[in-house]
T-cell receptor, first 111, second 117 residues
Framework: TQLLEQSPQFLSIQEGENLTVYCNSS?????LQWYRQEPGEGPVLLVT?????EVKKLKRLTFQFGDARKDSSLHITAAQTGDTGLYLC???????????FGKGITLSVRP | EAGVVQSPRYKIIEKKQPVAFWCNPI?????LYWYLQNLGQGPELLIR????????DSQLPKDRFSAERLKGVDSTLKIQPAELGDSAVYLC???????????????FGPGTRLLVL
């Protein structure tokens, strides 16, 4: 079973601060996705990374896939209150071709 | 363009009762997924359809759960009988279905929140 551990589990920061959160596994993934989920809604895909060492930027969000494709990080620069939500990472690949989700990181950005 | 539609949004039932959830995927999406999300957890795949064929139902508890996707469009997920532990959010997602499921963009619906008393 492929497991993804996300850390920290909860994070509360002030608007304007920077933050980095992590998604780690002992398994190698063919790809890794990050989603954001708001209360009462389904997850929304932010990014997919497929190459070891790959870095993708989405405005103030920077995603990195580890060289060994076992881990990933998400860095947010100058957080805004609209960044509040549950951030899920999901790894995919292997024989079953399905996504395995982590438990998520609950981010709260205070005004 | 309309997103993934799910109904009902909320459902409260007593244990041992049956319940059904309905999903209408994005038009043109061949792959449809049903996920279970418990409080404080990430979604867990229950079943994946490619058109009308269930290609991965290994995580579906078949003694009480069933699903169908007639004509390869809408889908229904049923629980009979429901147990207390089935209280969760049931998410439906769809994707184009032209690539690997774990690399495609999956579009999620808002989910059905089930409470079993």
């Amino acid at each position: 079973t492929q497991l993804l551990e996300q850390s920290p589990q909860f994070l509360s920061i002030q608007e304007g601060e920077n933050l980095t959160v992590y998604c780690n596994s002992s398994s190698v993934f063919s790809s890794l996705q990050w989603y954001r989920q708001e209360p009462g809604e389904g997850p929304v895909l932010l990014v997919t990374v497929v190459t070891g060492g790959e870095v993708k930027k989405l405005k103030r969000l920077t995603f990195q896939f580890g060289d060994a494709r076992k881990d990933s990080s998400l860095h947010i620069t100058a957080a805004q209150t609209g960044d509040t939500g549950l951030y899920l990472c999901a790894g995919g690949g292997g024989a079953n071709s399905k996504l395995t989700f982590g438990k998520g990181i609950t981010l709260s950005v205070r005004p | 363009e309309a997103g993934v539609v799910q109904s009902p949004r909320y459902k409260i039932i007593e244990k041992k009762q049956p319940v059904a959830f309905w999903c209408n995927p994005i038009s043109g999406h061949n792959t449809l997924y049903w996920y279970l999300q418990n409080l404080g957890q990430g979604p867990e795949l229950l079943i994946r359809y490619e058109n009308e064929e269930a290609v991965d139902d290994s995580q579906l508890p078949k003694d009480r759960f069933s699903a169908e996707r007639l004509k390869g469009v809408d889908s229904t997920l049923k629980i009979q009988p429901a147990e207390l532990g089935d209280s969760a959010v049931y998410l439906c997602a769809s994707s184009l279905g032209y690539g690997q499921p774990y690399q495609e963009t999956q579009y999620f619906g808002p989910g059905t929140r089930l409470l079993v008393l």
